[in-house]
């Protein structure tokens, strides 16, 4: 009798440690990441940007972080059962505003299920996510204004371009919307002020060009892109 009440107890057990078992399995599933770099409009001068350098981030819905660091090209996880949101990036939005800025390659995937006992596979395809702006002063414009005294100056940030500025040089790096400008030069020892705004779009070089113009007999500036 003893002996049976002993067989019939660790059998008890192997069923609750195998259903144990059974429910773990079947609360996880595997999420495997596949993180690109996808065509960008500016080459840096410095080696491209590799897979490596991305930071991957997995929040499930509800704000639960579930992995945040770098990565390789692929990579596989377990993870509960649930939705989530995958992203990566290359920089923060924060990293990219600092000085004349950075190129912020990012990507995000939301509503990502991971379901139990299934691998759920994504790409994320990264690409250029903010805008780039330089600014040029065309022959026109230095023939008749005061190149010495010339800067423009973009209102949010206190970014400056010089009298020296080319398309190609002194460029700077941008959230997409509204960029306001002030370009101060001078004429015949006259201060001119010449504002304006342009609309800023990811994955765009704004490449503006500042001209002298005549309106209604006056001498004035008009920026083109």
Request: proline share 1%; with cysteine.
């Amino acid at each position: 009798m003893k002996k049976f009440f002993t067989l019939a107890l660790a059998s008890l057990m192997l069923l609750s440690c195998s259903k144990d078992s059974i429910w773990n399995a079947q609360e996880q599933g595997q999420l495997s990441v596949n993180v690109e770099q996808g065509a960008s409009i500016f080459v840096e001068t410095k080696a491209a940007v590799s897979t490596g350098d991305f930071n991957l981030k997995i929040v499930k819905n509800g704000g639960d972080v579930k992995y945040d660091d770098k990565v390789s090209k692929f990579t596989t996880m377990t993870l509960p059962t649930g939705t989530y949101t995958v992203s990566a990036e290359n920089i923060t939005a924060e990293e990219a505003l600092a000085g004349r800025g950075k190129q912020r390659l990012a990507d995000t995937q939301e509503n990502v299920t991971v379901s139990a006992n299934n691998i759920t596979n994504i790409t994320l395809n990264c690409v250029m996510v903010n805008s780039q702006v330089s600014f040029e002063f065309d022959e026109t414009f230095k023939s008749a204004f005061e190149m010495e005294n010339t800067q423009i100056t973009e209102d949010s940030r206190g970014i400056e371009w010089s009298k020296d500025a080319t398309l190609n040089s002194e460029i700077a790096f941008f959230e997409p919307g509204t960029l306001n400008y002030t370009i101060k030069t001078k004429r015949a020892g006259a201060d001119k002020t010449y504002t304006g705004t342009i609309a800023l779009q990811a994955k765009t070089w704004h490449k503006l060009t500042v001209k002298a113009s005549v309106e209604n007999g006056q001498l004035g500036i008009t920026v083109t892109a």
